[in-house]
């Protein structure tokens, strides 16, 4: 099962995503950890990344579907995987697709987690006291939620047309929102 998990920052996508590739033992991909792993480990990806991050922009395409095409071609997620923070863009959402058709593969579910604005900001303006993530400021995150609006949101039209798209509320606790996400998840595997 190949499932993306979509939503502005602080929607929750990373906690469940994580919860759910360890229920079902398949791969969690997050983009963002592994760009943070580039910037810390210093790698010319991480060199290339890091202003973008910083500001709260999007890092360009290229670099993100060259890291993606890496991770497929290594074959390390042949038993199923959970994209979690991409695709991010309508061509990061064309490439996935072709990378995925030309291993034989595709998307079986996207998970839209739907959060307000203000829960976006109480929830990062927390991260930030307790992680000390350096785009959880306050005009970093209002950023954030400017590009998920104008470069992410026409995704969730691209995958609703494809009839894969699922939206779950993400206001609720942690482990409410985690019991919605497993029952569509396991309905979809069970289809
Ligand atoms: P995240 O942890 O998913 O919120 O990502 C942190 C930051 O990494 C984002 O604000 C972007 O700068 C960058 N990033 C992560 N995933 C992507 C992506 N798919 N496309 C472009 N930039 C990304």
Do not use: W
């Amino acid at each position: 099962m190949n499932f993306v998990f979509l939503g502005p920052p602080g929607s929750g996508k990373g906690t469940q995503a994580a919860r759910l590739s360890e229920e079902l033992t398949i791969a969690h991909l997050s983009t963002g950890d592994l760009l943070r792993a580039a910037v810390n480990e210093k790698t010319e990806l991480g060199g290339q990344a890091e202003s973008f991050m910083s500001r709260g922009e999007l890092v360009p395409d290229e670099l993100i579907i060259g890291m993606i095409e890496e991770k497929l071609s290594q074959g390390g997620l042949d038993g199923g995987f959970i994209l979690d923070g991409f695709p991010r863009t309508i061509p990061q959402a064309r490439s996935l697709r072709e990378m995925l058709d030309r291993h034989s593969t595709s998307l079986d579910l996207v998970i839209l987690l739907q959060v307000s604005d203000a829960t976006v900001i109480k929830r990062l303006t927390r991260r930030a006291e307790i992680e000390g993530r350096t785009d959880d400021t306050e005009a970093v995150i209002l950023n954030r939620l400017e590009v998920y609006r104008q470069q992410t949101k026409p995704i969730e039209d691209f995958y609703r047309q494809e009839s894969i798209l699922t939206e779950i509320v993400g206001e609720d606790t942690p482990d409410r929102v985690y019991e919605a996400i497993r029952k569509v998840a396991i309905r979809t595997m069970n289809a």
